[in-house]
């Protein structure tokens, strides 16, 4: 009897040992089969909203260019593409008109900051003075990388207020991969332009934003290539942070409602 209970003993170790190893190697096989198809990080040189919430240090990139981007009003440049103003076409007005009517619900809510803190907006660099702070909701920027929920925008664009913030408008995302036909189905192209920062070079890691030279790098800067960047011994990237559009539906003039 103890022959036989000592050979199911065994069994039972081997088979463990068997079924562990069968499992590791399986675990193993699975992230190489993962890496394998995953993009290498080359191919992906924009920076997306998920990324803007891991470094928002005052030296950040994209510290830097939520500070030169928050400007209401923001022109065409080497370092903005916008999409073409459109022509209007049947329906675009109403399609337009619906959007606010879910924004300014949504808007009336987060005219106090501090419901909007407290529903998951995330000051995006509050260390850093700007004319305009973005309230970022991560969790609406992922929906926006698949649906268009026009009572969720990404961002909500707040003035410093003395101690306080007043809310000014709000900015909607796309994924940095759709065409303008995708970006139309959002919000007619007849009614707002789309941008997307791209060019930019940025300084040096560890330069303190202050002591920078802006006439060259950032969004304002006259460094447009690569190889400029590399000269100045810069932070090259081609792309930052998604399609964007901004909206500001207090405004009582039409044309300012989706103005930069």
Known sequence: MKKIYWIIVLTAVLAGLFISRIGAQQNQAQKQNQAQSAPPKSDMPGMDMSEMQRDDSPNSPGAAANDEMSDMHMGMGPHMRMTDLRKPQPGDEQRAEQILEKLR????????????????????GP?????????TNYRYAAEAQFVFNPAHPTSLLYKKVGDGYELKGAMYTAPKKFSEEELNERVPLSVARWHEHVNLCFPPRGTPISQANWKEFGLKGSIATADACD??????????????????????????????
């Not at 619900?105 to 995006?124: N, Q, R, S, V």
């Not at 260390?127 to 309230?135: E, G, K, L, M, T």
């Not at 792309?239 to 003039?253: A, Q």
């Open 105 to 124: 619900p949504t808007m009336e809510e987060y005219k106090d900051y501090h419901k909007a803190l407290d529903d998951g907006f995330k000051i995006f």
């Open 231 to 260: 000269a100045a011994g810069g932070r090259w990237l081609p792309l930052v942070f998604n399609w964007m559009v901004h909206v500001y539906p207090f405004e009582t003039d039409a044309a300012k409602i989706w103005a930069h």
């Open 127 to 135: 260390q850093v003075p700007q004319d305009i702070y973005h309230f």
